[in-house]
């Protein structure tokens, strides 16, 4: 460590030393420092009572105190959006005082910090799985508890957007002209989130990549490939019976039977010419 970065690092450490003995006075009991971090608290100043009840968990180990402060702690980050340091707070929380009456409380707003973190839909979705864990791990624990409604509406919400991840992965692919590709998001919009606002749209668009895919391919692979449109036709009418699609459904239908007909006659004129030669 060179003299500048050693200086720096010692003034931070001065710096928060300082502050932290404005917010608890090297004389205060474990009690009063709890209660000015409750009052801090309460006051909504969530970054203050955060340092107080750190120290609290500290110098109170094993008491009453630090376990309440620590419970603090973890709403006072939740309090300021601080989504990452809540859930490692509430986690530690569950881990020194797993039989605590808040536990239920805990571990929902553990799966709501995580929840937090879940990026928008084009990005890395890995904390989106963690919070569906974490909700289903929720309502299986505690089954009749107050919070399970919201609970699965955010299981909900999550899946909707991992379905349309894969969704646009879909479109992307398609709209390169990268068919193959193309299928194998549709089938995991479809297969994966069957109850999806996607599902429906992927397995029409589905039904018409094969279509392409056919239309595109060699001679030797086009029925093959037109009879998978015609299959996923039949899985549309099997899950959405109803559905608003029908129509566009069932028009790409008839496209992939007049293909299947059309390379049919064209085979049929091949093997003709070939004999006659």
Do not use: H
Request: with cysteine.
């Amino acid at each position: 460590m060179n003299k500048i970065s050693y200086f720096l690092l010692i003034s931070i450490f001065l710096i928060t030393a300082c502050k932290s003995t404005r917010l608890v006075n090297p004389g205060d009991s474990v009690e009063e420092a709890y209660q000015k971090g409750i009052t801090n608290f309460e006051e909504g100043n969530y970054s203050d009572a955060a340092e107080i009840f750190e120290t609290v968990t500290r110098i109170g180990r094993g008491s009453e105190y630090a376990q309440q402060a620590q419970y603090y702690l973890a709403e006072s980050y939740f309090n300021q959006k601080r989504y990452i340091l809540a859930e490692s707070e509430y986690l530690r929380f569950i881990t020194f005082y797993p039989r605590d009456p808040k536990r239920e409380e805990v571990d929902f707003k553990k799966a709501i910090s995580i929840y937090e973190q879940s990026p928008r839909y084009r990005l890395d979705q890995t904390a989106t799985r963690r919070a569906i864990d974490e909700f289903q791990l929720f309502n299986s624990r505690y089954p009749n508890s107050e919070y399970v409604t919201q609970s699965a509406d955010k299981i909900n919400e999550l899946r909707e957007k991992l379905a349309r991840k894969y969704f646009e992965s879909a479109q992307f692919y398609s709209r390169t002209d990268q068919y193959k590709a193309a299928t194998i998001y549709y089938d995991l919009v479809i297969d994966r989130y069957p109850e999806s606002k996607w599902a429906e749209t992927a397995l029409i668009k589905q039904i018409e990549t094969y279509n392409d895919y056919a239309f595109n391919s060699v001679l030797s692979k086009q029925i093959e490939r037109y009879e998978l449109a015609i299959s996923n036709y039949e899985k549309y009418i099997q899950l959405f019976p109803q559905g608003n699609g029908r129509g566009e459904a069932e028009s790409l239908r008839d496209q992939a039977e007049q293909g299947i007909k059309d390379a049919k006659d064209e085979i049929s004129e091949r093997q003709a010419e070939n004999q006659s030669n």
